[in-house]
């Protein structure tokens, strides 16, 4: 049984999603970042962090990857163009758009950083990535056409991330719908159940 440590209010929904796609059982500790469980598994005390068997596994992006490969599925083989696509669109997410989300996120004193310029830069940063991504997305419902794969999970979190920040996220057209579409896959909806059992 996979053991995800992290609290739901985190990258950690990404797990209990890939988790929830993959048909997976898991059980989750809603450890919150440098709590002294954390800090025994991951030194920088970052959350998520996933245990599968002895295996101790950091950065929600590797982990999903590795659970997409490990179970093959939401993903293309590695060693293809298809794959290298779909890195693409990964690499492009947490680039554009998580770099400007997390940016913003660390405007605070917690972070020690109070720069509200920095969180308006990252509003124009996020709004021109989405701008790319309505290009990229073009009229397929995934991006990489008809399967949903790594990129999309993320893209879908990092938009609900966006959303709760008050970041420009439209409110219709073509990237609205795939945002929605996200939402609504049944995975979505049973992570969103077992996140809410979870805070009981
Ligand atoms: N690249 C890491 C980033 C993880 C991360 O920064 N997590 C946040 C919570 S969402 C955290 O633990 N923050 C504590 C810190 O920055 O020290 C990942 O994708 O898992």
Known sequence: MYKVIGS???RAVRIYWMLEELGQPYDIVPAAPHSPEVLA??????IPVLLDGDAVLT?????IQYLADKHGACTFAAGTV?????DSFTQFCVDEIEGALWTAAKQN????????QMVE???????RALGTLTKRLGDKPYVMGDAFTVPDLILGHCGSWGAMFKFPVPK???????????RERPAYLAMGKRISETLI
């Open 82 to 86: 298809s794959r290298a696509i779909q």
């Open 8 to 10: 739901p209010r985190s």
């Open 109 to 116: 004193k917690i972070y020690d950083n109070c720069a509200p």
């Open 172 to 182: 219709d057209g073509p990237l609205y719908d795939y945002f929605r579409r996200l």
């Open 59 to 63: 950065d929600s992006v590797a982990i």
């Open 121 to 127: 830069i990252s509003r124009k940063e996020f709004a």
């Open 41 to 46: 598994l991951n030194p920088g005390g970052k």
